[in-house]
C-alpha cells in the first residue's frame, strides 16, 4: 500500500462538530484558532512543500451563508467567508448548470444565497431541510412536478441533526418519500457525494488523498470523504450516536471525543 502524503488541506464540518444551533462545542473556538493560527503561518513558511488550508463544509440548509457566518462569528469563531463552502452553493451551481427553474423546499433563511435564480413555472425540485415547507400541499406539488418530468435535487439527504432538545429529523425521509412516489431518484449535491468533497478542495491545489475530514456524521461526513480518498476523523459531538463508528466500512481513520481533540491529533502526529 503506497504510503500516505503529507497534509495539505483540513475540511471542518460545522454544526454538531464546531456548535449545535447557538452553543458552540466546549472549546472549539480555541482549538480553531491553534489550527488557524498554524494554518495561516504555513501559508508563508511553507513546511516539506505542504501548505495547509483549512475549509468550512456543511450541508446546513437552514440559512444562508451570510447568516451562518454572522452566527458563527457571534459564537467566537474566526472564520473568513471565503472558507465556507455549503451545499446551499453546490445547489446553485446546479441549477445554472442546468439551467432550470427550481420549485424551492428551503427555509425562507437559505432563499438569498438563490438570489437570480428563476422560480416561475417551476420545472425541477430542489428539497432542503423545510420544515415548515412539508407539508402535504407543498409535497403533492413535488410529487406532480417529478411526475411530469422534473428533475428531483435533493442539497442532501441526511437523516437526521442535532438540535438542543434532541435529534431531529433531516432531510432524507422526506426526500426518499418523494423518490418512492414518482420512482425516480434523486441528484444528491451535498455530503457524502465524492462531488461535493471535491468542489471544496477546488483552489487549494490538494489532491483527497492529501485532506482529512472532521465532523459529527458517520456516514455524510467521514464515510463520504473517505470514500473520495481523504481521511476521516469522527467526533462524538452533535448527532453522534454510540457505535456510529462501526457504520461504515473503511470505518474512521479516528474517533476521538470532539473537535480540539482531532485538532491535537492533526498538530502532533500529521504536521
Do not use: W
Not at 58 to 84: M, S
Not at 239 to 253: C, F, G, H, M, Q
Amino acid at each position: 500500500m503506497a504510503a500516505r502524503r503529507a497534509l495539505k488541506a483540513v475540511l471542518v464540518d460545522l454544526s454538531g462538530t464546531l456548535h449545535v444551533e447557538d452553543s458552540a462545542v466546549p472549546g472549539a473556538q480555541e482549538a480553531l484558532k491553534r489550527q488557524a493560527t498554524f494554518s495561516h503561518f504555513l501559508l508563508r513558511v511553507v513546511l516539506r512543500g505542504a501548505p495547509v488550508t483549512i475549509r468550512f463544509v456543511t450541508n446546513t440548509t437552514k440559512e444562508c451563508k451570510r447568516d451562518l457566518l454572522e452566527r458563527l462569528t457571534k459564537l467566537g469563531f474566526d472564520i473568513a467567508e471565503n472558507e465556507i463552502f455549503t451545499s446551499l452553493t453546490a445547489a446553485r451551481n446546479l441549477l445554472e448548470q442546468k439551467q432550470v427553474r427550481p420549485l424551492l423546499l428551503v427555509d425562507d433563511k437559505a432563499l438569498p444565497d438563490f438570489t437570480g435564480i428563476a422560480t416561475d413555472d417551476p420545472n425541477a425540485v430542489v428539497v432542503g431541510l423545510a420544515p415548515e415547507r412539508f407539508n402535504y400541499e407543498m409535497m403533492n406539488r413535488a410529487f406532480r412536478l417529478i411526475l411530469d418530468g422534473a428533475p428531483l435535487i435533493a442539497i442532501h439527504k441526511a437523516r437526521y441533526f442535532k438540535k438542543k432538545n434532541g435529534l431531529a429529523l433531516g432531510p432524507g425521509p422526506f426526500v426518499t418519500g418523494l423518490e418512492y412516489a414518482t420512482d425516480t431518484k434523486a441528484t444528491v449535491v451535498g455530503k457524502p457525494e465524492k462531488t461535493f468533497f471535491l468542489e471544496a478542495l477546488r483552489g487549494t491545489d490538494c489532491a483527497p488523498e492529501e485532506a482529512l475530514m472532521i465532523g459529527d456524521d458517520c456516514r455524510d461526513d467521514v464515510g463520504g470523504a473517505q470514500n473520495a480518498g481523504m481521511r476521516g476523523i469522527l467526533v462524538r459531538t452533535g448527532k453522534y450516536r454510540p457505535a456510529d463508528e462501526d457504520k461504515i466500512n473503511p470505518a474512521p481513520y479516528l474517533t476521538c471525543e470532539n473537535f480540539p481533540e482531532a485538532v491535537e491529533h492533526i498538530l502532533e502526529h500529521l504536521l
